[in-house]
C-alpha cells in the first residue's frame, strides 16, 4: 500500500492571523484586547503583536476607545471578494458532487414574478423526474422550496402569492386539499428555526423534497437548493445524510459569498 501524500505545509503565524480577522469579523463590532484573547484562547501578550502588524497593513483599526475593529484594508479585499462571486453561477458549478453524492435530483431555484422559479437542475442518473422543468414554479404553500422562501424572505414579497395560494387564487397545481393559514404558518416557523424545509409525499404523493436557503453578505436570500427524489430513497431525518449534506453545501455557499451566519 502506498502511503498517503502529506498534507501541503503551512505557515502557522498566517492561520493564526487568519483565526484574529475571522474572530474579529464574527465579533460584528469592535472588541477590547482581553476581550478577543479570551475568544481566540490567547494571551493578550501573544496576540497584541498580531494586532501591530495588521494595524501597520490597515487590515486592523483601533477605535478611540482603544477597541480593535477590521480596518479598510479588509473592507477592500472583501469588496473585491464579492465583485468576483456569482451565488448562481457558483451553485451550478458545485451542484455536480452533491447530485453524486446523494444520487438525487437538485434544483436551483430563485423568487421570479410567480414566485419560486425554477433556474436550473440536475438530474442523477438513479432518479428521473419528468414533471420538474427549468422554468417551472413550485407553490409556496405546499412544497419544500416555497417554505424556504417563505421562512427567509421579507414578508411583504411573499405573503401576496401566500394569500392568493391560501384563498384560492391562484390555483393549485395538484389534486390535493389547499393548506390552512394556521398549519402554513406554523411550518414556516420551523423552517426559521431549524433553516431547512421538509415535504413528504406532498405536493405530489410519492415524492418527498428538502430545501435550504444560500444568503449573500448582506443576509439576503440569493435562491434556493432543494433535494428532491422518491419518498423511499431519500432520507429525511435530522441527523441524516440527505439534510446534513444540503446544510453543508447551502452553508458552505453562504460562506464563500460572505454572509456571516454568527455575526
Known amino acids: 500500500m502506498s502511503p498517503k501524500p502529506r498534507a501541503p505545509r503551512g505557515v502557522q503565524s ?22 478577543l484573547a479570551e475568544t481566540l484562547g490567547m494571551a ?22 482603544g477597541q480593535y475593529q477590521l480596518g479598510p484594508f479588509a473592507l477592500h479585499l472583501g469588496l473585491t471578494r464579492l465583485r468576483n ?76 402569492l401566500v394569500r392568493a395560494e391560501l384563498e384560492g387564487g391562484e390555483p393549485s397545481l395538484y389534486a390535493i386539499p389547499n393548506v390552512s393559514e394556521e398549519t402554513f404558518r406554523s411550518e414556516v416557523a420551523t423552517v426559521a428555526r431549524q433553516g ?27 435562491l434556493v437548493v432543494t433535494v428532491i427524489g422518491p419518498t423511499n430513497f431519500i432520507d429525511l431525518s435530522e441527523e441524516g445524510p440527505c439534510v446534513t449534506r444540503l446544510m453543508e453545501f447551502t452553508a458552505g455557499l453562504s460562506r464563500d459569498l460572505g454572509h456571516l451566519e454568527d455575526a
Open 85 to 160: 462571486q456569482n451565488a448562481y453561477r457558483e451553485t451550478i458549478r458545485r451542484l455536480p458532487e452533491l447530485v453524486e453524492e446523494l444520487r438525487l435530483m437538485v434544483t436551483i431555484s430563485v423568487w421570479g414574478l410567480h414566485g419560486p422559479t425554477i433556474v436550473y437542475l440536475q438530474e442523477s442518473e438513479a432518479r428521473i423526474h419528468s414533471n420538474v422543468a427549468v422554468g417551472g414554479t413550485f407553490m409556496v404553500t405546499m412544497t419544500a422550496t416555497g417554505k424556504a422562501f417563505a421562512a427567509f424572505l421579507p414578508g411583504k414579497i411573499t405573503d401576496p
Open 196 to 222: 431547512y424545509s421538509i415535504t413528504r409525499d406532498a405536493p405530489i404523493p410519492g415524492v418527498s423534497a428538502v430545501a435550504a436557503p444560500v444568503f449573500d453578505h448582506t443576509g439576503t436570500v440569493q
Open 14 to 35: 498566517i492561520e493564526t492571523g487568519g483565526a484574529i480577522l475571522m474572530a474579529l469579523a464574527r465579533a460584528g463590532g469592535p472588541l477590547k484586547l482581553r476581550d
Open 44 to 65: 493578550a501578550a501573544q496576540l497584541h503583536p498580531y494586532l501591530v502588524s495588521f494595524r501597520n497593513i490597515n487590515m486592523v483599526e483601533q477605535t478611540e476607545t
